[in-house]
């Protein structure tokens, strides 16, 4: 799956998500939507600039999709909107046959550092309660503890958090991965588990630069 979001502010967060694989009715694996064709059954929900499309280069962060030209994104044509509060929904996978699943994207991100940010969450009670997939501090994954803007209702994500990184000053207080980076994470502890969604959950505060 090909997943983009940019961030507010000037030139605020900008996350792609490419997720390529996903050991996910959906009860076929391994699981690989790359949204060239059609939304994947991924929808969005909330108060987000979340869409699915081409990045447009000269107004965002990011050249290219990871794959092929769509993605999904947050305002493919500028910055993302001050005081978002919203997600991009995957559908439903069925992992009662699997003993080890495991999920694995790509992400771009560039956004106002500890500010905004976003999280990846599922549910197994049909979005009644959520919960973070892993946590701060696993192994090439959420960069952050601190976000204000508590995607998901928490602080836990992926955020900016190195004015240095971009040291111009239009761009020093924001930062993000500079390009692509697969990320990837056990799902051992949904596995057996019949009905599990994923949500990639975005906010961003009300400042802008």
Known sequence: MKLKFILNSIYTLLFLVALTSLN???TSYPYVADFESDNGG???GGSTSWERGDPHPDTS???DAYSGYD???TNKD???FNNEDGYLNSPTFDFSSLTIPKIEFSL???CQNEQDGAVLQYTIDDGLTWANVGAFGDENWFNSDIIDAQPGGQYEGWTGVDEDAYPDEDYRFFSGSGNWTVMSHSLENLAGQPEVEFRLYFESS???I
Do not use: R
Request: glycine share 10%.
């Open 61 to 63: 962060m990011v050249n």
């Open 71 to 73: 993605c999904w994104i």
């Open 42 to 44: 991924w929808y969005t």
């Open 24 to 26: 996910a009715q959906i």
């Open 108 to 110: 771009w991100w560039y």
């Open 206 to 208: 009300a400042q802008g």
């Open 78 to 80: 500028g910055d993302y």
